[in-house]
T-cell receptor, first 113, second 111 residues
Framework: KAGVTQTPRYLIKTRGQQVTLSCSPISGHRSVSWYQQTPGQGLQFLFEYFSETQRNKGNFPGRFSGRQFSNSRSEMNVSTLELGDSALYLC????????????FGQGTRLTVV | DAKTTQPTSMDCAEGRAANLPCNHSTISGNEYVYWYRQIHSQGPQYIIHGLKNNETNEMASLIITEDRKSSTLILPHATLRDTAVYYCIVRVANTGNQFYFGTGTSLTVIP
């Protein structure tokens, strides 16, 4: 079956712009979470959605937001982009919300110039 | 916040067993130990997880000490494709799909 699909794979944006990233989870998975990976901070948890509700949120400013649709697909939005937002953004999905592994996508590489 | 301590880097000869240690001295009774790995520029890949019993699957074995304060991931016959950053994570079940990754161990398999 298809894995977690993230689009686009690469993106270049200008400071001050906003960006929307998309994640399609594995079919049947209801939990989707987002992570930011940078060389300096490593992999950091952004937020998690389950059945269209944000259930957990990491320590990121309000410029980072997301949502989940009824088909479990999720989008992440970053407004007023800063140079420091340049990162690999990873999405993970899992079948249930406990004691199961998360499957990660290949990520979206965002570069802010 | 990451609750684990791992060595920064390790080397392993191809074909030998790779033993990756992890300390999680503050682990609670309801926290699981998970292992993921990340090959350069790819998304993390699930390897194995356990609560208190040793676990084995087609990829690796997980040995958890009796007091649960540390664990070891064993790759029985390391190959060059096992070169990656390995993350040991503890998390509470039933708290959602969130993982707090530490800095991990960069494993290099040497030919």
């Amino acid at each position: 079956k298809a894995g977690v699909t993230q689009t686009p794979r690469y993106l270049i944006k200008t400071r001050g712009q906003q960006v929307t990233l998309s994640c399609s989870p594995i079919s049947g998975h209801r939990s989707v979470s987002w992570y930011q990976q940078t060389p300096g901070q490593g992999l950091q948890f952004l937020f998690e959605y389950f059945s269209e509700t944000q259930r957990n949120k990491g320590n990121f400013p309000g410029r980072f937001s997301g949502r989940q649709f009824s088909n479990s697909r999720s989008e992440m939005n970053v407004s007023t982009l800063e140079l420091g937002d340049s990162a690999l953004y990873l999405c993970a999905s899992s079948l249930l919300d406990w004691e199961t592994e998360a499957f990660f996508g290949q990520g979206t590489r965002l570069t802010v110039v | 916040d990451a609750k684990t301590t791992q060595p920064t880097s390790m080397d392993c000869a191809e074909g030998r067993a790779a033993n990756l240690p992890c300390n999680h001295s503050t682990i609670s009774g309801n926290e699981y130990v998970y292992w993921y790995r990340q090959i350069h520029s790819q998304g993390p890949q699930y390897i194995i997880h356990g609560l208190k019993n040793n676990e084995t699957n087609e990829m690796a074995s997980l040995i958890i000490t009796e007091d649960r304060k540390s664990s070891t991931l064993i790759l029985p016959h390391a190959t060059l494709r096992d070169t990656a950053v390995y993350y040991c994570i503890v998390r509470v079940a039933n708290t959602g799909n969130q993982f707090y990754f530490g800095t991990g161990t960069s494993l290099t398999v040497i030919p």
